[in-house]
Protein backbone atom coordinates (compact mmCIF):
# COMPACT_ATOMS: atom_id res chain seq x y z
CA UNK A 1 0.00 0.00 0.00
CA UNK A 2 1.40 3.34 -1.00
CA UNK A 3 -0.65 4.57 2.47
CA UNK A 4 1.26 7.79 4.04
CA UNK A 5 3.01 6.38 7.29
CA UNK A 6 1.87 2.67 6.91
CA UNK A 7 5.44 1.89 7.53
CA UNK A 8 5.78 2.99 10.86
CA UNK A 9 2.31 2.12 11.77
CA UNK A 10 2.81 -1.51 10.79
CA UNK A 11 6.21 -1.01 12.92
CA UNK A 12 4.83 -0.24 16.16
CA UNK A 13 1.58 -2.78 15.77
CA UNK A 14 3.77 -5.43 15.45
CA UNK A 15 6.58 -4.19 17.51
CA UNK A 16 3.47 -4.48 19.96
CA UNK A 17 2.34 -7.73 19.22
CA UNK A 18 5.67 -9.01 18.93
CA UNK A 19 8.29 -10.35 21.77
CA UNK A 20 10.81 -7.45 23.15
CA UNK A 21 13.74 -9.27 22.59
CA UNK A 22 12.81 -9.36 18.90
CA UNK A 23 13.51 -7.02 15.86
CA UNK A 24 10.85 -5.73 13.75
CA UNK A 25 12.01 -4.18 10.70
CA UNK A 26 9.53 -3.00 8.00
CA UNK A 27 10.31 -2.33 4.66
CA UNK A 28 8.60 -0.52 2.54
CA UNK A 29 10.54 0.82 -0.82
CA UNK A 30 9.17 3.88 -3.02
CA UNK A 31 9.08 0.78 -5.85
CA UNK A 32 6.23 -1.00 -4.04
CA UNK A 33 4.04 1.33 -6.04
CA UNK A 34 4.07 -1.02 -8.88
CA UNK A 35 4.09 -3.90 -7.84
CA UNK A 36 0.63 -4.59 -8.49
CA UNK A 37 1.35 -4.07 -12.21
CA UNK A 38 4.41 -6.61 -11.90
CA UNK A 39 2.47 -9.37 -10.27
CA UNK A 40 -0.22 -8.93 -12.73
CA UNK A 41 1.88 -9.24 -15.52
CA UNK A 42 3.61 -11.92 -13.95
CA UNK A 43 0.39 -13.35 -13.72
CA UNK A 44 -0.80 -12.94 -16.94
CA UNK A 45 2.49 -14.27 -18.55
CA UNK A 46 1.68 -18.41 -16.70
CA UNK A 47 1.01 -20.57 -18.94
CA UNK A 48 -1.63 -21.83 -16.83
CA UNK A 49 -3.45 -18.17 -16.48
CA UNK A 50 -5.85 -19.26 -19.07
CA UNK A 51 -7.53 -22.20 -16.84
CA UNK A 52 -8.03 -19.39 -14.03
CA UNK A 53 -9.87 -16.74 -15.98
CA UNK A 54 -13.24 -17.03 -14.64
CA UNK A 55 -15.94 -14.93 -17.50
CA UNK A 56 -18.93 -13.16 -16.66
CA UNK A 57 -21.33 -15.70 -17.87
CA UNK A 58 -19.82 -18.16 -15.01
CA UNK A 59 -20.07 -15.89 -12.77
CA UNK A 60 -23.82 -15.06 -12.98
CA UNK A 61 -24.41 -19.22 -13.29
Known amino acids: TMFPGIADRMSKEISALAPSSMKIKVVA ?3 RKYSVWIGGSIL ?9 V ?3 LELIY
Open 29 to 31: PPE
Open 44 to 52: ASLSTFQQF
Open 54 to 56: VSL
